[in-house]
């Protein structure tokens, strides 16, 4: 399927009426992308204990179409909940590398955004978005479930505007910045 992704701009670009074409197949794709945003589980501190708890029967994620999977192929979304010490830095770029395109990441409070209460700390990586791309940010020490749900609420909204014509196929994206939704 990513690679039919992949070729449908250049396809669409020769024949006549493409451009719908084109149109009518990001807004299914983009659809079908934003209903269905799994995460892998993994936590790595406090933040984590929020992010199970939205994933439970009171905030139950699974209604929004969120449901965790325990290995890094079968996710897109990867939720860094807690602080980034430089030990676990390179682990987490290894699982980056095990998720399909597209992927995406959400750094879950404040020591992931920044290194929150250890941002003096020699072992604390001051931000997440250090070592992999980030593509929502949620304040908070620790943030609620709810805002964690916001976040992936938002995550949707940056979904719908991804085009195949912009390279949202299956072709990894340049690793060195966050995607591109304009
Ligand atoms: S942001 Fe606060 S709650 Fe979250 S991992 Fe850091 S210290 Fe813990």
Redesign the pocket.
Known sequence: MGIVLDKLPGVCGVLPGGAGVLAASDEVVNWARKRSVWPVTFG???????MMAAYAARFDTDRLGIFPRPSPRQADLLII???VVKKMAEPIVQIFHQMPEPRWVLS??????CG???YDSYSVVKGVDKIIPVDVYVA????RPEALIYGILELQKKIEKMSLARGAGATAQIETGPRRYD
Do not use: F, K, Q, V
């Open positions: 790595l501190a406090c933040c984590a204990i929020e909940a807690g602080t879950l409070g404040s020591c992931s955004n929150g209460p250890y908070g020490c620790p943030p």
